[in-house]
T-cell receptor, first 113, second 117 residues
Framework: KAGVTQTPRYLIKTRGQQVTLSCSPI?????VSWYQQTPGQGLQFLFE???????NKGNFPGRFSGRQFSNSRSEMNVSTLELGDSALYLC????????????FGPGTRLTVT | AQTVTQSQPEMSVQEAETVTLSCTYD???????LFWYKQPPSRQMILVIR??????QNATENRFSVNFQKAAKSFSLKISDSQLGDAAMYFC??????????????FGTGTRLKVLA
């Protein structure tokens, strides 16, 4: 069974631009969570989607948004990029919303210049 | 609010020796899960071991075991017979239980483990 895939793997953007990251969960998994990982803050929860609905949200500004499609694939969007948005963005999928095991993708390394 | 603290930014261990990584957490919940995740230099995070709070018995997965002290809110990871492939960043994580209705994870800041040949 294929694992969680994230595209693109690397991305360089300029301040003020917007970016869309994609995550394809493991086949059959319906819950997708997003995390931001930085050296200073560690992993911080962004949001979780289940059945195309955002179920949980972390403490991030409204510039960070996401969505989930009917096939469980998820995208996250960051608008008006700031230098501080440079990070590794990780996606994790779970079978169900209440599953205690989540499987992570390799991440997208976003660099904002 | 729940918090997870890993007070050791970096640890080193000789190959074949045993190392213990520390994690403390704070919560007022009684139903929760605790996890240790490993993130090797390739970046893909993988689950090492999990512990259900309602279980008194410490979880074990091959060379990995935990020391779960619920009253002290401590959850340490012991790696026995350390191997070069164990070198990675290790994250302790907390998740509220099913009854809470919210499932987001809270991660510690990580401990970088170096394995010396």
């Amino acid at each position: 069974k294929a694992g969680v895939t994230q595209t693109p793997r690397y991305l360089i953007k300029t301040r003020g631009q917007q970016v869309t990251l994609s995550c394809s969960p493991i086949s059959g998994h319906r819950s997708v969570s997003w995390y931001q990982q930085t050296p200073g803050q560690g992993l911080q929860f962004l949001f979780e989607y289940f059945s195309e609905t955002q179920r949980n949200k972390g403490n991030f500004p409204g510039r960070f948004s996401g969505r989930q499609f009917s096939n469980s694939r998820s995208e996250m969007n960051v608008s008006t990029l700031e230098l501080g948005d440079s990070a590794l963005y990780l996606c994790a999928s779970s079978l169900r919303q209440d599953s205690y095991e989540q499987y992570f993708g390799p991440g997208t390394r976003l660099t904002v210049t | 609010a729940q918090t997870v603290t890993q007070s050791q930014p970096e640890m080193s261990v000789q190959e074949a020796e045993t190392v213990t990584l520390s994690c403390t957490y704070d919560t007022s919940e009684s139903d929760y899960y605790l996890f240790w995740y490993k993130q090797p230099p390739s970046r893909q995070m993988i689950l090492v071991i999990r512990q259900e709070a309602y279980k008194q018995q410490n979880a074990t997965e091959n060379r990995f075991s935990v020391n779960f002290q619920k009253a002290a809110k401590s959850f340490s990871l012991k790696i026995s017979d350390s191997q070069l492939g164990d070198a990675a960043m290790y994250f302790c994580a907390y998740r509220r239980g099913i009854t809470s209705g919210t499932y987001k994870y809270i991660f510690g800041t990580g401990t970088r483990l170096k394995v010396l040949a």
